[in-house]
């Protein structure tokens, strides 16, 4: 694979990001089409986001030749006030990843990788002590990546019932 440019998302990006988010919504329809959904549009609501809001909001985008390949987003979430009876040690800002994607034909070959590596270096010099992220428990592609390529840790489980 050729070298992976990262950059902050830009105006123009909206029709690859669009791609990349069918595809990804592609692959969890088909591991669990009772809990996912296809879209009929991606490209209206990414218009809006593409550039970052404000300094507490990255968004990423990775490209292999001049193609974007992969998408990231974060937030910089401020430290916790803690309680005073509180079981959690105290802690600084909390980078959390809401969104990586990676096109597929370019999965497993570092894109996702350098998407996070980059977002981690940003929380950090913004004041994170701390990154988070979640995924759904059925995808092999993304337990395994978050798990054992990134190093994150499972310490809480999200419990979902439909009403």
Known sequence: MEPITVRDARRGDEDALARIRAEVARYYLDLAPD???????????LDAETP????????????VEGQVVGVLVARLLPPE?????????????TLRIE????????RRQGVGTRLVEAAEAWGREAGATVAETTTYQGSPLSVSFWGERMSYEELSVNLRKPL
């Open 81 to 93: 006030v803690p309680a005073k009876r509180d079981i959690t040690p105290e802690r600084g800002a």
């Open 35 to 45: 809990y996912f959904q296809m879209l009929d549009r991606f490209a209206e609501p």
């Open 99 to 106: 969104f990586l994607a990676t096109a597929a034909a370019s």
């Open 52 to 63: 970052a809001i404000d300094s507490t909001t990255l968004h990423l985008v990775a490209e």
